[in-house]
């Protein structure tokens, strides 16, 4: 797990280790393939899926709410090629200030 809390360092500080478990326990099996441990900023369907799934399911968002937190990620994430998964759900709840809801 540290890796995803060095990897969540450089976008933010005082991460929250209890939210950072949580997000890797809700990826689970996902996170052990590649492909599936990475977001795709460019794919709009890779990003409607963390919408609708992630976004709404895990942290009560509507569908406007987690767009815009989205596309700040997103902006935030902008010269990083590789976005982890786990960074990225972890600065969408960051960003929607719902991180209470994974601790």
Do not use: H, W
């Not at 994430?77 to 600065?91: C, N, P, Q």
């Amino acid at each position: 797990m540290s890796e995803y809390v060095t990897d969540i360092s450089k976008f933010t500080s005082n991460v929250n280790e209890a939210a950072v478990a949580a997000i890797v326990k809700y990826c689970g099996i996902a996170l052990r393939n590649a492909d599936s441990a990475l977001v795709s900023a460019s794919d709009k369907d890779e990003l409607a899926t963390v919408r609708d799934g992630f976004a709404a399911k895990k942290l009560g968002l509507a569908p406007a709410a987690a767009d815009a937190g989205i596309k700040a990620v997103v902006e935030k994430m902008k010269g990083t090629a590789k976005k982890s998964r786990v960074t990225f759900y972890y600065l969408l709840a960051e960003q929607t200030a719902t991180l209470g809801k994974l601790a």
